[in-house]
Structures are given as C-alpha cells and as structure tokens.
DNA sequence: TTTCTTGCAAACACTTTGCATGCGG
DNA sequence: CCGCATGCAAAGTGTTTGCAAGAAA
C-alpha cells in the first residue's frame, strides 16, 4: 500500500490525515518484525521528537479498525503489530522476543486444510510458533 | 494427571504442597475454558474465601514452569490458562471472549505437516481462530 | 468554522513485588 | 526449625482517557 491509498483510504473513513499518522502508518505498513508501540514510538520520534506514546496508540487503534494490521497480545502484556493479514506464521524466540514471519504457498495450503477440518468461517487467524533464534540457541543452551 | 501425580510433581521440584496450590492447580488442570486469573480467583475463593489473587498469579507462573499450563496473551491486556500442551486449535469469539479448543487426530497431522515445511524444532505453538460463536452471531450480525 | 487530532498528564487494568506471618517438610 | 508460601498492600508496566491548544477539511 502506498502514501496515496493509505491517505484515500484513511479519508474514506473520516479520518483526518496528519503527518505524524502517515509517518505511523507507513513505519508499521512496512515493518517485518512485528514492532511494539514503543518500538515504533523511538522510530517516530527521530522524525517527530515532539510525538507522543497516545498518538502511536491511537494510529494503531486506528489501523486496527481499518483491518490494516493485527494486534497479537503476549503474556509478558506488551503487544506486537502485524500488518500481514494473509495467513503465516509468526515465528517467536522466547528468549530474546525477536519475531519473523513464515509464510509459504504450502503453509497457505494446508492451513486452508486445517479450517475446512473445522468447519468454521475464520475472521482472522494467529498461528505462533515458539523456537530459538540462532543466536540464542548457541548462546545458552538452557539458561 | 491426578491428585497423587500433582503433589509428586510439585515435590520432585522442591515447591511445596498446600491446599490452596491444589485447588488452583486441580481448577485449571481441569478447565475447558481456558479461564483468566480472575476467574480462576473466583472460583477458588469459593473454598478458599481468604485466597489472594497473588497466590493465584504465583501458582500460574508454577504451572508454566512445570510446562503444564500455556499462558495466551491477549490485545485487550487480558491472560487466559490453557492446561491443554498438545497442538489444537483455539477457537475464539471475538465478542464475547468465548475460547474453546478445537482438536481433531487431521488437525494435529496437517500441523505437523505444517511444521515439516517450515523445517523448525518448535518448543510450543499456539492456533488461533477467531470466529463468532453461535450465540454472538444470532444477536447482532454487524454491531 | 467546525471537528478531529495532538501532546501531556492523570487514570486504568492487570500483574508483580516486599514484607510480616504462618505452614509444610 | 528452616525456608518457602500466603495475604495484603504498594509498586510496576503497558495502555487508555480527559483536556486544552492546534491543525485539517
């Protein structure tokens, strides 16, 4: 999605456009590591030192009822935003929280597979997957 | 498990066994429904009026330790307990908070077919899929 | 001009921690 | 008896809200 249809579609709803949400948007829409608020917040701030943490709230808020990106919550109770809507895998260090996604054709496949199995109509879906990164596996075998 | 393996299990790793721990550990053990701390809390206050949510929080973190319980996170900064390890499906209401755990010998088969893809050694996952249930669905098709 | 957005600070909800008392081993 | 567990209250963390000033439409 580019500047302009993020600015349409924003407007689409009645939202208004304003620098600091394009800049929030276009950081998170372009994210691959599944950024925390905080995260994106010290992002902005080098362009908006005067933003504010409810701001980033509030954009993310916003992307959210747009269907734009996912809010996964974690039991440590920090969230991660995903703007990747089609279904993959999150792939999630444990140790150190570093997130990447899987996301294959086959992967596609057979999780289209699993919902038929169920039966049921999906809004959405979320499928984590715990496992050492490289770097924490050969740092600490177990801590 | 049942009571006798609870206690040994709790023996065998130096914690110690008392009435409140039981009853927290049998309630979840045993739960279907994925409760939240609160819940839980609730519940035991029952047979324990005197239970504080503390002790809830720190019988959790046990159950995690032990690898018996798999804490889920949630966007709205909420926890729910879920006692069951094997790979399963989540399914959840997006209204009402509703999870139930969807398992099926050809879910856990296409899963592990999944994981083979992928080519990684997961220690956990975790399937959501968010649906409305029957109930939530009935009362209001767009609110 | 009207309404929405911003930044700040205070309020919130859930979870964790510190401490004195009490029970398990 | 020693040490961990309990209950309570206070502290902590991430997120949300109320409000006055400012910007978008």
Redesign the interface.
Known sequence: MNEQQLITRLRSKGYKVTPQRIAICQLILSSKDHPSAEQIYQEVKKTYPAISLATVYITLDLLKKLGLVQ???????S?RYDPNNSPH?N?IC?RCGKIYD?E?P??KK??Y???A??G?????????????CNKCSQENPTP
């Open positions: 809010e996964l919550g974690f039991s440590d109770q969230s895998i792939v444990p899987y294959a086959n992967v057979l999780w597979r699993i919902i199995e169920t049921l109509k999906p809004l959405r879906q979320r499928l984590d997957l715990y496992t050492l």
